[in-house]
């Protein structure tokens, strides 16, 4: 994770190395599961996440179903039909590459640690899209299909997008 500030330079967090040493100790026999062993983050860490948690508003860039949206709280995101999901679903965003605001960033990579964040999305509408009119034709034939085609939609509504406090 890059954390980019006001003076645009970037300081490492230390939760990148002792993750990828907790990876490596995860393969070794008899290790314990990864989810089970905390982060432990740095001074420095700590006082950068607590200087984005002082600001108002936040963004994100999320990705759902393979494809980044870059989000607020009450946005509206419009994208393909997810089957699984009803009207008034409540939906927690777990796969963020960048989370910031306006005078600081961070940046995942890939992607950010979910420890530091809380994204929920609540499903609002299932729309169908414009209706698309397919014309097929054989050459010097009289013969000419049409068929017609609509996308199927589903809608979410940005519902929370806060930064959590961490402990150093």
Same mark, same amino acid.
């Given at each position: 994770m890059?954390?980019? $500030?006001? *003076?645009?330079?970037?300081?490492?967090?230390? #939760?990148?190395?002792?993750?990828?040493?907790?990876?490596?100790?995860?393969?070794? +026999? $008899?290790?314990? +599961?990864? #989810?089970?062993? +905390?982060?432990?983050?740095? #001074?420095?860490s700590?006082?950068?996440?607590a200087?984005?948690?002082?600001? /108002? %508003?936040?963004?994100?860039?999320?990705?759902?179903?393979?494809?980044?949206?870059?989000?607020?709280? =009450?946005d509206?995101?419009?994208m393909?039909?997810?089957?699984?999901?009803?009207?008034g679903? *409540?939906?927690?965003? =777990?796969?963020?590459?960048?989370?910031g *605001?306006?005078?600081?960033?961070? /940046? $995942?990579?890939?992607l950010v640690?979910?420890?530091?964040?809380?994204?929920?999305?609540?499903?609002?509408?299932?729309?169908d899209? /414009?209706?698309?009119?397919?014309?097929? %034709? %054989?050459?010097?034939t009289a013969?000419?299909?049409?068929?017609?085609?609509? =996308?199927?939609?589903?809608?979410?509504?940005?519902?929370?997008?806060?930064? =959590? %406090?961490?402990? #150093?």
């Amino acid at each position: 994770m890059v954390f980019v $500030g006001a *003076s645009r330079s970037a300081l490492r967090f230390g #939760a990148a190395g002792i993750r990828a040493r907790a990876l490596h100790a995860a393969a070794a +026999p $008899g290790a314990q +599961p990864l #989810a089970s062993a +905390p982060v432990k983050w740095s #001074a420095q860490s700590a006082d950068l996440v607590a200087r984005l948690r002082d600001q /108002k %508003k936040y963004y994100a860039t999320v990705v759902i179903k393979g494809r980044p949206f870059t989000v607020t709280q =009450n946005d509206i995101v419009v994208m393909d039909r997810i089957r699984d999901l009803e009207l008034g679903d *409540s939906l927690q965003l =777990n796969q963020v590459t960048e989370l910031g *605001s306006r005078d600081y960033t961070i /940046k $995942g990579q890939p992607l950010v640690d979910p420890s530091l964040y809380r994204i929920e999305a609540t499903v609002i509408e299932h729309p169908d899209g /414009k209706l698309f009119t397919v014309t097929k %034709k %054989k050459q010097r034939t009289a013969h000419q299909k049409v068929t017609y085609h609509r =996308n199927r939609h589903t809608m979410f509504r940005i519902s929370l997008i806060d930064v =959590n %406090k961490i402990g #150093a």
